[in-house]
């Protein structure tokens, strides 16, 4: 199993920064994609931005230009900095984990999800 602990959402003006992190730890034998998808109310989940293990990034096109993705040298916590927020920014956060645990006998690969961070941008 991989337990995620999200930190750093929050309230900010519209035109502020945020930066959240995500660390996963467990089972872990190899990360293969880390990343982040919000949801606002009444809206489905969509992808912010993801890293894969070699440093290769995707970005949906509200984030292009505004928001950085990026790992630690352990590759176990991925960021996400925000800047020039806006107010449509609005939205739980959420960072997902695709990851191989288990043992070199018995390996599980799959999608591991965080609980979520509130992010609020005011205008």
């Known amino acids: 199993q991989v337990q995620l602990v999200e930190s750093g959402g929050g309230l900010v003006q519209a035109g502020g920064s945020l930066r959240l992190s995500c660390e996963a730890s467990?089972?872990?034998?190899?990360?293969?994609?880390m990343g982040w998808y919000r949801q606002a109310p009444g809206k489905q989940r969509e992808l912010v931005a993801t890293?894969?293990?070699?440093?290769?990034?995707n970005y949906a096109d509200s984030a292009k230009g505004r928001f950085t993705v990026s790992r630690d040298n352990a590759k176990t916590t991925v960021y996400l900095q925000m800047n020039s927020l806006k107010p449509e920014d609005t939205a739980v956060y959420y960072c997902?984990?695709?990851?191989?645990?288990?043992?070199?006998?018995?390996?599980?690969?799959?999608?591991?999800w965080g609980q979520g961070t509130q992010v609020t941008v005011s205008s």
């Open positions: 890293i894969t293990s070699r440093g290769d990034t």
């Open positions: 467990g089972n872990i034998l190899s990360i293969n994609r």
């Open positions: 997902t984990v695709a990851a191989t645990t288990g043992t070199a006998w018995s390996r599980n690969y799959r999608d591991y």
